[in-house]
């Protein structure tokens, strides 16, 4: 685990599953449809339960950038924040980014908004969507950094990313070091 304070609130680096996170919201990488699909979205689809779906069904999809909030289901978190992230292929490097980091200020809003104290994201766009690890790993977390920098009353006190597998955790774990002076690895 990796984890640095930042003026109000803990930034994390876990290595394990987002749907079993305890934090008040989680993030789903969806699809523009929000109407599920595999990867982080059907594992959570799965283990929240129908009532997701059903609220997504009412949502009229997402934008990419953008995010949607509805219950946590069975799921331990409250809400899912539906996020969506670029394509990577198909729309060039410098767009993705600017839509990767959308996707996160997004879901930051969403949950402020919401009065979510903590959230926790998956590497979003780095499964189907194609994104190289090592590149959307800083572009995550200095969207994260930059926005919680800027609104430190927005009451988001925890923002934890959860990453799958040992590579994904060590993309997030270097890009963190280069971002902050000494994340505090543990
Ligand atoms: N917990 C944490 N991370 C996970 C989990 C999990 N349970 N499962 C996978 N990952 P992806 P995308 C990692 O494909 O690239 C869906 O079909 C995975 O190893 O879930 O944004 C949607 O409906 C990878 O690093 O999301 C869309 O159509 C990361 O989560 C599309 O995929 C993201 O992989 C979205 O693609």
Not at 34 to 40: C, D, E, Y
Not at 64 to 83: C, E, N, S
Not at 137 to 143: G, I, K, T
Not at 165 to 180: H, I, M, N, P, T
Request: aromatic share 6%; hydrophobic share 45%.
């Amino acid at each position: 685990m990796a984890k640095v304070q930042l003026k109000a609130a803990v930034l994390e680096l876990v290595e394990g599953d987002i749907t079993v996170q305890d934090t008040e919201a989680i993030v789903n990488a969806a699809n523009n449809s929000l109407l599920g699909g595999g990867g982080v979205d059907g594992a959570i689809h799965r283990a929240g339960g129908p009532e997701i779906l059903a609220e997504c069904r009412t949502l009229g999809g997402c934008a990419t950038g953008d995010a949607k909030i509805t219950t946590g289901g069975w799921l331990q978190a409250r809400y899912v924040i539906h996020t969506v992230g670029p394509i990577y292929w198909q729309v060039g490097v410098r767009r993705a980014a600017e839509l990767l980091a959308s996707a996160h200020r997004r879901s930051l809003e969403v949950a402020a908004e919401h009065g979510v104290q903590s959230v926790a994201f998956p590497a979003i766009s780095t499964g189907a969507y194609g994104y190289p690890m090592d590149q959307a790993a800083p572009v995550a977390l200095q969207a994260v950094i930059d926005y919680l920098d800027a609104h430190e009353a927005a009451g988001i006190r925890l923002v934890r990313f959860v990453l799958r597998g040992r590579q994904a955790y060590e993309a997030f774990a270097r890009a963190l070091s280069r971002l902050v002076e000494a994340p505090v690895q543990a």
